[in-house]
């Protein structure tokens, strides 16, 4: 299987890669992401140089560029590439935009021209909007996104399901709920509490703190996409969690009693504008079909991941101040426009 993985320098995506490698040892992996302030090529240190692993930089927006990399001939490709941040589409929605929907909409017409055999798009329970108490998001729940960040990721569902629709694309939709482990990017909930933690810095914990979001880890969400990858349905819609709700209060104190902290580093700070109270995810399809069964218990997976970030300290330190992007220049020099290479 040769498998093109965009946004592969990213939290999940360089999961993803590694996950792969390792589990299937007949597929080669190309990386192709843009290096935006999120992607980390230090990620995927560990497998750089391996010959079943390459990387190109460029855009899912730069048509003639996607184009000319389905060209080199793919088994599959994984869509990652995203801005991912809600707090950043808040402030500004136009990167999200960009990328989330007329990049997914390039790279579904280039599958399409290339006949690529299966596209599968990575995306979000967000789309669903939010729930009350009870109840939970199965994939026929009607989609309702209220931050820019989750109109743009439904729209780019739309467009996959569009493109099935119309031209029988062979596109799989994956929406997963929140994810958490190594390399997550320390501007979101769980990696900026750990590492605020850590150097003994507040943790902003959004108005009263009780928002209530599904935690998944991100090795179970990699398998679970691997696994539908290989034996999920075309046209069809998989969502994935673990049952793992938490509160967001609930998981800074966990947090903290893992670092062995005081609660007292938690600062109410103003709410989020908009922000989704309640998310939830029945994953049935999923566990019944593929067959799928989450490995972590959060409790668990949070405290390796706590494990992680304390042994890791230079990894964040370098993300937090900005250094990582250096990687890149340092691995492959200051190439203008590197052209994806054959092999
Ligand atoms: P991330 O922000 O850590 O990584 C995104 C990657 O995409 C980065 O490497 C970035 O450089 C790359 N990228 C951005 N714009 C690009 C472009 N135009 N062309 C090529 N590459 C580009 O995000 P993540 O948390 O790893 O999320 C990956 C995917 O999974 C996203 O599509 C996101 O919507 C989805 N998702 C994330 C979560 C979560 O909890 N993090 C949950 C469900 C779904
Ligand atoms: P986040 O990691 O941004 O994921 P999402 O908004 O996509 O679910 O946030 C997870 C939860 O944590 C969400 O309810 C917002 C809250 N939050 C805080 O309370 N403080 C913070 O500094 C951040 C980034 C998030």
Same mark, same amino acid.
């Given at each position: 299987m040769r498998i093109l993985v965009t946004g592969g320098a990213g939290f999940i995506g360089s999961n993803f890669i590694r996950h792969l490698l390792a589990k299937d040892p007949d597929c080669t992996v190309l990386n192709l992401d843009k290096?935006? @302030?999120?992607?980390?090529l230090e990620n995927l240190a560990d497998v750089e140089?391996? !010959?079943r692993y390459q990387f190109v930089k460029g855009s899912i927006c730069d048509a003639e560029f996607v184009d000319e990399a389905l060209g080199m001939g793919f088994d599959a490709v994984v869509n990652f590439a995203a801005e991912s941040h809600v707090d950043r589409s808040i402030q500004d929605a136009r990167a999200f935009i960009e990328t989330n929907v007329l990049g997914t909409e390039i790279l579904l017409d280039a599958c399409r021209r290339r006949r690529v055999p299966r596209m599968l798009q990575v995306s979000t329970d967000e789309v669903y909007g939010s729930l009350g108490p009870r109840g939970r998001f199965t994939e026929q729940s009607p989609l309702s996104p209220n931050s820019p960040y989750a109109a743009s990721k439904a729209a780019a569902d739309l467009l996959a399901h569009a493109y099935f629709h119309? @031209?029988?694309?062979?596109v799989i939709i994956s929406r997963s709920c929140n994810n958490y482990g190594? @390399?997550?990017? !320390? #501007?979101?909930?769980i990696p900026l509490f750990i590492t605020n933690a850590l150097a003994d #810095?507040?943790? !902003?914990? @959004?108005?009263?703190?009780l928002h209530v979001r599904d935690w998944l880890h991100v090795e179970d969400h990699c398998e679970a996409l691997r696994l539908i990858l290989k034996r999920g349905r075309e046209g069809e819609t998989y969502n994935i969690g673990s049952n793992s709700e938490r509160a967001n209060i609930d998981v800074a104190r966990l947090v903290l009693r893992g670092l062995g902290k !005081?609660?007292?580093l938690i600062a109410h700070v103003t709410d989020r504008l908009g922000h989704d109270r309640r998310y939830a995810i029945d994953a049935g399809k999923l566990e019944r079909e593929l067959p799928w069964a989450p490995r972590y218990t959060f409790e668990a997976g949070l405290l390796e991941t706590i494990r992680w970030y304390q042994k890791n300290e230079s990894w964040w330190r370098r993300v937090k101040d900005g250094d990582y992007r250096q990687y890149y220049h340092r691995t492959y020099?200051?190439?203008a426009r590197p052209r994806p290479q054959s092999g």
């Open positions: 290096l935006t @302030y999120a992607g980390n140089g391996q !010959p119309t @031209y029988r694309l062979p190594p @390399y997550q990017f !320390p #501007e979101k909930f #810095e507040p943790l !902003p914990l @959004y108005g009263d703190g !005081p609660d007292r020099g200051d190439l």
